[in-house]
């Protein structure tokens, strides 16, 4: 039997049905063999970060119990946000639905196409807000999430009303 990780994911965006699209994104990472979706956060209205002059995001954060390596994790991610209608425009632009992996177990990873733990959630109140919600005693990097988070201007993330539920087994 391979050995489960927890994962920590971020979802995000400003065009359309974005709660349905994390959701939806969810549900189809839980259905996925070796994947077990067992957390999420509140989601949070978020200002836009790099380019402002776009419709603020909403941000949420889930954990992901997997046996699959971290670059088919990867895959299955980027599969998802196709499957949400994600086109990847223009770097920090308007987006259905975007999904950075943050943390993979303790494992560090650099290579072309992934890079973990993400290089700049720790610079991101609207990531590590809601990921405190869930991991919040968490060390990720030889940083924890709720110190990293102190030192952060969050000013302007608001939690929503909407809630994402835990996908149910097929």
Do not use: K
Not at 31 to 44: H, L, N, Q, T
Request: aromatic share 4%.
């Amino acid at each position: 039997m391979p050995e489960t990780v927890s994962a920590l994911i971020a979802l995000g965006g400003n065009i359309g049905d974005v709660a349905g699209a994390m959701q939806s994104a969810l549900g189809r990472l839980h259905a996925e063999p070796g994947m077990s979706v067992v957390s999420v956060s509140p989601i949070y209205s978020t200002p836009p970060w790099g380019i402002t002059e776009q419709p603020r995001f909403l941000n949420a954060c889930a954990e992901v119990e997997t046996s699959i390596p971290p670059h088919v994790l990867l895959q299955r991610v980027l599969a998802a946000e196709r499957g949400a209608g994600r086109r990847r425009l223009r770097r920090w632009g308007p987006r259905t639905l975007d999904i950075d992996i943050l943390a993979y177990g303790d494992q560090a990873i650099e290579s072309p196409t992934l890079t973990v733990p993400h290089p700049r959630m720790f610079e991101r109140a609207f990531v590590l807000v809601p990921l405190a919600d869930i991991a919040g005693e968490r060390v990720i990097g030889g940083r924890g999430v709720s110190d990293a988070l102190s030192a952060l201007d969050t000013s302007g993330i608001i939690r929503t009303d909407d809630l994402l539920s835990l996908p149910r087994a097929a």
